[in-house]
């Protein structure tokens, strides 16, 4: 009862703050508030890499790679589709372990306009599925906007692919917490790779495109 209460709670206040920020004519998506007099600069941020796997698929694949994969097609489709409109930077390239305090120091260095994490999820359960998108917990200059964010990438996957939501939450993750002073941030999990659809969804390279597609998209001006 105690974490329905919780999930509850969190519901409505994200809820209420949408509804205030729309009321008030908080203009989205959320890069149209920055300036624009230059490119907008996005740090992608492909979760764990190199000793560090994170979920392991139930066919195999690894967390490391699918996220390394979805970053890379984005930066592909801001040149090809987008036309270079975005300045799009990647903690990491290759598949190395860096420090989550480094993620977030890239992110202050390149003074970035939003900043998103790329992860997937894993449960006991195997039935669990779909995608979640986390704002951070901990109050901070652009707490509105990570909410604003959070919520536009969660139904730009869910309505132009089709992803199941599991909704917009909050947590202390620290790529989280130690960037929402700096710009806009969400944390996104993109399926369970415990979940049999889910983790072979991401076998096909057509789909990791339209995810990468969509991602971008959701930011798009």
Same mark, same amino acid.
């Given at each position: 009862?105690?974490?329905?209460?919780?999930?509850?709670?969190?519901?409505?206040?994200? +809820? &209420?703050?949408?509804?205030?920020?729309?009321?008030?004519?908080?203009?989205?998506?959320?890069?149209?508030?920055? /300036?624009?007099?230059?490119?907008?600069?996005?740090?992608?941020?492909? %979760?764990? !890499? !190199?000793?560090?796997?994170?979920?392991?698929?139930? /066919?195999? +694949?690894?967390?490391?790679?699918?996220?390394?994969?979805?970053?890379?097609?984005?930066?592909?489709? @801001?040149?090809?589709?987008?036309?270079?409109?975005?300045?799009?930077?990647?903690?990491?390239?290759?598949?190395?372990?860096?420090? =989550?305090?480094?993620?977030?120091?890239?992110?202050?260095?390149?003074?970035?306009?939003?900043?998103?994490? $790329?992860?997937?999820?894993?449960?006991?359960?195997?039935?669990?599925?779909? $995608?979640?998108?986390?704002?951070?917990?901990?109050? !901070?200059?652009?707490?509105?906007? &990570?909410?604003? =964010?959070?919520?536009?990438?969660?139904? !730009?996957?869910?309505? @132009?692919?089709?992803?199941? &939501?599991? %909704?917009?939450?909050?947590? /202390?993750?620290?790529?989280?917490?130690?960037?929402?002073? $700096?710009?806009?941030?969400? $944390?996104?999990?993109?399926?369970? =790779?415990? /979940?049999?659809?889910? &983790?072979?969804?991401?076998?096909?390279?057509?789909?990791?495109? =339209?995810?990468?597609?969509?991602?971008? @998209?959701?930011? @798009?001006?």
């Amino acid at each position: 009862m105690f974490k329905e209460e919780v999930i509850m709670t969190q519901f409505k206040v994200l +809820i &209420s703050i949408i509804l205030v920020l729309e009321l008030s004519g908080f203009s989205r998506p959320v890069l149209a508030q920055t /300036n624009q007099t230059r490119k907008q600069i996005i740090v992608i941020d492909p %979760g764990h !890499g !190199g000793k560090d796997s994170g979920a392991v698929g139930v /066919n195999g +694949i690894l967390e490391k790679d699918v996220v390394l994969n979805i970053a890379e097609q984005i930066v592909v489709i @801001n040149e090809t589709i987008f036309k270079n409109q975005f300045e799009i930077y990647l903690t990491r390239y290759k598949d190395t372990l860096i420090s =989550l305090s480094d993620r977030a120091k890239l992110a202050k260095t390149l003074k970035a306009d939003i900043f998103i994490s $790329l992860h997937c999820n894993y449960s006991d359960n195997p039935n669990a599925r779909g $995608l979640e998108v986390y704002a951070s917990m901990k109050q !901070g200059k652009y707490s509105k906007e &990570s909410i604003l =964010l959070a919520y536009d990438l969660q139904m !730009g996957l869910k309505e @132009n692919i089709g992803f199941e &939501s599991r %909704g917009v939450k909050f947590a /202390n993750f620290q790529v989280l917490r130690t960037t929402v002073d $700096l710009c806009p941030t969400a $944390l996104l999990e993109m399926g369970f =790779l415990s /979940n049999c659809l889910d &983790s072979y969804y991401f076998l096909k390279p057509h789909r990791t495109f =339209l995810v990468a597609l969509a991602i971008l @998209n959701a930011v @798009n001006i």
